[in-house]
C-alpha cells in the first residue's frame, strides 16, 4: 500500500501541473486575442429634426372589451325595468354550534 505522504505529494504534483497548464493556456489565448488589429470609426452626426418611434400600448387584461361593455348594459337594462324583484347583493349565513 502506499502511505499517506506518497499520496498527497502525489496529489500536491498534479494539482500544480494542473495550475501550471492552465496559466500557459490563458497566456496563449491573451496573447491570440491582444494580437488581433483593433479598429474603431465612430461619426457624430446631429439631426435638426428626429422621427418619432412608433408606440404601441398593449392592454394586458384578458377581459374584451365589447364583452365588458355588454354585460355592463344587460345590467343597466335590469336596473331599469319596473317589474324588477328585489335581490340581495350579499347573503348573510349564520351557523349554529353542533349539538352533541
Known amino acids: 500500500m502506499i502511505s499517506g505522504a506518497v499520496k498527497k505529494c ?9 495550475v501550471g497548464g492552465m496559466i500557459h493556456s ?6 491570440a486575442y491582444i494580437s488581433y488589429p483593433v479598429s474603431v470609426d ?3 452626426q446631429q439631426e435638426k429634426q428626429l422621427d418619432f418611434p412608433a408606440v404601441t ?3 394586458m387584461s384578458p377581459v374584451k372589451k365589447s364583452a365588458l361593455q355588454a354585460a355592463s348594459a344587460k345590467r343597466r337594462k335590469k ?4 317589474n324588477r ?3 340581495p347583493v350579499c347573503t348573510l349565513t349564520l351557523f349554529s354550534p ?3
Open 10 to 18: 502525489y496529489w500536491t504534483l498534479a494539482l500544480l501541473a494542473m
Open 26 to 31: 490563458v497566456c496563449v489565448l491573451t496573447r
Open 42 to 44: 465612430i461619426t457624430v
Open 57 to 59: 400600448v398593449c392592454n
Open 79 to 82: 336596473r331599469a325595468s319596473p
Open 85 to 87: 324583484k328585489f335581490r
Open 98 to 100: 353542533l349539538k352533541q
